[in-house]
C-alpha cells in the first residue's frame, strides 16, 4: 500500500475516533475552496493531455513509451479529480447535516454500538485532504512534465521549420541560373 494511502488511512481512522463532531465547522469553505482549485485545474489538464503528444521525429517505439506515460498521468489526474470531488461531497453532507451529532445504534451478538455518521464524514474529510495534500508534489512535477514534453515538441517543429527553410533557400540559390554578365566590369 503507498505510504500516502497509508497516512490518509490513519487521519481517517483516527479524525473519525478524536475528531469534534463540528470540527470543520465554519472552514468548510475554505476547503471547498481548496478542494475547488484542484478540481478546476485538472480538468483543462487532461483535456490537454489527450492531444499533447505528437510524433515529430519519435520512434515508434518513443511514442509509444510516452503515450504509456501519459496514459499513467493521465490516471493520476483522475485520482486527484476523485479525491477532490469526494471531498467536496463529504463537506457538503456535513454542512447538510449542521455538523451535529446524529446517533444510531447498532446492535452485534446482542452489544450495543453508538454509531455517529458525523463522526465517519469527519473521518473522511480528515483522510481526503491528507490525501489530496500528499498529492500536491506529484501534481506539480505532473504540469511540469506537460511542459517540458511541449516545450521539447516546439524547439523540434521550430527545428523541422528551420531546416525547410534553409533546404528551400539552398534550392533556390542553388537552382538559379547565372546571370552571362555576372562577373563583367561596369563603366562608370
Known amino acids: 500500500m503507498p505510504r500516502s494511502l ?6 481517517s481512522i483516527w479524525g473519525a475516533i478524536f475528531l469534534p463532531v463540528d470540527v470543520f465547522k465554519g472552514i468548510e469553505g475554505h476547503i471547498l475552496t481548496f478542494s475547488g482549485v484542484i478540481v478546476a485545474s485538472v480538468i483543462p489538464t487532461m483535456a ?4 499533447v ?5 519519435r520512434s515508434v517505439r518513443e511514442v509509444t513509451m510516452l503515450g504509456r506515460a501519459l496514459m499513467a498521468q493521465f490516471d493520476f489526474w ?5 479525491i477532490g470531488l469526494l471531498l467536496s461531497a463529504l463537506l ?6 449542521g455538523w451535529k451529532t446524529i446517533t444510531f445504534t447498532a446492535s452485534f451478538r446482542g452489544v450495543l454500538f453508538p454509531f455517529d455518521p458525523i463522526q465517519l464524514v469527519n473521518g473522511l474529510i480528515l483522510g481526503c485532504s491528507v490525501l489530496l495534500w500528499s498529492k500536491f508534489k506529484p501534481f506539480v512535477e505532473g504540469f511540469r512534465s506537460l511542459l517540458e514534453l511541449h ?10 521549420r528551420f531546416e525547410d527553410d534553409t533546404a528551400e533557400a539552398t534550392r533556390n540559390v542553388l537552382t538559379k541560373p547565372n546571370d552571362p554578365s555576372f562577373g563583367e566590369m561596369v563603366k562608370h
Not at 48 to 51: I, K, R
Not at 53 to 57: C, E, I, K, P, T
Not at 78 to 82: K, N
Open 53 to 57: 503528444l505528437r510524433a515529430g521525429r
Open 92 to 97: 457538503l453532507l456535513g454542512a447538510t447535516f
Open 78 to 82: 483522475v485520482g486527484v479529480l476523485v
Open 151 to 160: 516545450v521539447e515538441q516546439v524547439v523540434e517543429e521550430a527545428k523541422e
Open 6 to 11: 497509508t497516512f490518509s488511512l490513519i487521519a
Open 48 to 51: 490537454l493531455m489527450a492531444t
